[in-house]
């Protein structure tokens, strides 16, 4: 009985050790992530609150206002147009990123995209999509680039003339920025590089007349909300307002290819998955040994 009473004591010790052993090495690489990007742009990483810069990053939902129509812009073909030219009898998909972004904005128009695949409307057709950048600095070429990219993305070439992808200058992006209500801060960049820009995800409905109608917010959007948000629209129906539940694009870090704010806040939900598996693995070997030795 010793000897048994011996090797479960023996049992119970090794896994206490086992798990203490794995605790502390998922821990360690976890803080020694998080410490670089709390120094560098987010304070102290274990705070819940955001940096102060996205302190003036929202949307603000301004629904039933209206845009500024006569706002000069260039289309991707290098074309002077105005806000207005898109406004006629079909409703419009705006939305406001910046061509260059690396993360956040590419996975905006992903979304929107993968949402038009299973709307049964058709851009050109029955509304309009869009698109306008909010740095002064991006040219037609850059938008011409992108056009194609994510009219492709969507399959159906013969929709491209449904799809409006604009530049302008920055007295125009602010007034109509101003208007959708969506907020966005220059950040500092390295030398040489494309400029970076905090803002939140969203796309927005417009009814024909011009006036904000609905609002979607993150990345990824209901295919059947937004085709019920065009047909609203297309009668000039307003929408109600949507939980303001944002998603940023904030920092992106070239050398990693992540957010610093989202990376940093995924390690700690990492580790505070890794200390609930280990404190179960151990609490039922010591449940085990126990039920044992009774």
């Avoid at 010790?13 to 998080?34: K, R």
């Avoid at 050109?124 to 938008?143: L, R, Y």
């Avoid at 992006?173 to 500092?188: C, E, M, W």
């Amino acid at each position: 009985m010793k000897t048994k009473d011996a090797i479960r004591s023996t049992s119970a010790s090794g896994c206490f050790v086992l798990a203490m052993s794995l605790l502390l090495a998922a821990a360690t690489p976890a803080s020694a992530q998080v410490a670089p990007y709390g120094e560098k742009t987010m304070g102290d990483p274990a705070m819940d609150r955001l940096p102060d810069v996205l302190n003036t990053v929202k949307i603000e939902q301004r629904l039933g206002k209206p845009l500024p129509l006569d706002t000069p812009f260039r289309d991707e073909t290098g074309k002077a147009v105005k806000l207005g030219d898109y406004f006629d009898k079909k409703p419009v998909i705006l939305s406001l990123v910046y061509y260059q972004c690396q993360i956040l904005c590419a996975e905006d128009l992903n979304g929107l995209v993968g949402a038009l695949e299973m709307v049964h409307l058709t851009p050109g057709k029955d509304f309009q999509i869009v698109i306008v950048s909010i740095d002064p600095a991006e040219t037609p070429a850059i938008a011409s680039a992108k056009k194609a990219i994510y009219v492709k993305r969507y399959g159906r070439l013969d929709t491209a003339a449904g799809w409006h992808f604009l530049t302008g200058e920055q007295p125009a992006i602010k007034a109509l920025a101003q208007a959708v209500g969506f907020g966005y801060v220059r950040l500092p960049g390295p030398t040489g590089k494309p400029p970076l820009f905090a803002h939140a995800s969203s796309i927005e409905v417009v009814t024909p007349e011009g006036r904000m109608a609905q609002y979607y917010l993150g990345v990824e959007y209901s295919p059947r909300d937004l085709q019920l948000g065009l047909v609203e629209a297309s009668h000039n129906t307003i929408g109600t307002p949507v939980d303001n539940i944002l998603t940023y694009c904030y920092r992106y870090d070239p050398k990693l290819n992540r957010h610093s704010l989202v990376i940093a806040r995924i390690v700690q939900a990492g580790c505070l998955l890794t200390f609930l598996g280990l404190g179960s693995f151990m609490l039922v070997n010591f449940r085990r040994d126990f039920k044992s030795k009774g």
